[in-house]
């Protein structure tokens, strides 16, 4: 499987600000997913990063809140814009290689304040 | 949409017991997946299904995908202390395709 890295790992910002979370892998993948978990809640999937255009958006979430670059097929990045305190979460990079599995990074934990 | 329902949402089972986690679906899935989760680190693949009626082991992990596609389950044997976490199944319906994700089941092993 692919080793995913995420930076940072935690964060702690004040409302109003935008957070830039990366995710690195370290092989080239077709599928890269960026997932929100709300404390104590699943994964809820934010968006599909599409390399060299605009990313697939799911039902709640929009561009202007959260943009998604994917310049090659190993980086990705996920803004956190204008953030408030209901955007505390924690943030995954995940990935699929023409495969039905999904590999997940460690993980963003997001504190707003 | 799809919905995966997992429960209850928490398990307490003594060291060495044994235990079995279900998950079922209103819809059809063609690959089911079940992770693990623990505090601070992003989830971990522990099982993959792909087919229906397909049986799979990790160690002491059994998984099994359900006949009618529509559920899934997770059996540990012996438990340890480090079993500790949140399981969460996941299905999808094709390579690349998103996956819909269980709620979890945190699990608690007393020593």
């Known amino acids: 499987s692919a080793v995913i890295s995420q930076k940072p790992s935690r964060d702690i910002c004040q409302r109003g600000t935008s957070l830039t979370i990366q995710c690195q892998v370290d092989s080239q993948v077709t599928m890269m997913f960026w997932y929100r978990q709300q404390p104590g809640q699943s994964l809820t999937l934010i968006a599909t990063?599409?390399?060299?255009?605009?990313?697939?958006?799911e039902s709640g979430f929009v561009i202007d809140k959260f943009p998604i670059s994917r310049p090659n097929l190993t980086f990705s990045t996920l803004t956190v814009s204008n953030m408030s305190p209901e955007d505390s979460s924690i943030y995954l990079c995940?990935?699929?290689?023409?495969?039905?599995?999904?590999?997940f990074g460690q993980g963003t934990r997001l504190t707003v304040v | 949409g799809q919905q995966l329902n997992q429960s209850p949402q928490s398990m307490f089972i003594q060291e060495g017991e044994d235990v079995s986690m279900n998950c079922t679906s209103s819809s059809i899935f063609n690959t089911w997946l079940w992770y693990k989760q623990e505090p601070g680190e992003g989830p971990v693949l522990l099982i993959a299904?792909?087919?229906?009626?397909e049986l799979t082991s990790n160690g002491r992990l059994t998984a099994q995908f359900g006949i009618t596609r529509k559920d899934s389950f997770l059996n540990i044997s012996a438990s340890i202390p480090s079993d500790v976490g949140i399981y969460f199944c996941a299905g999808n319906t094709g390579a690349n395709s998103k996956l819909t994700f269980g709620k979890g089941i945190t699990l608690s092993v007393r020593p």
């Open positions: 995940s990935v699929a290689q023409g495969s039905t599995e999904a590999f």
């Open positions: 990063a599409n390399q060299g255009s605009e990313a697939t958006y």
């Open positions: 299904l792909y087919k229906a009626g």
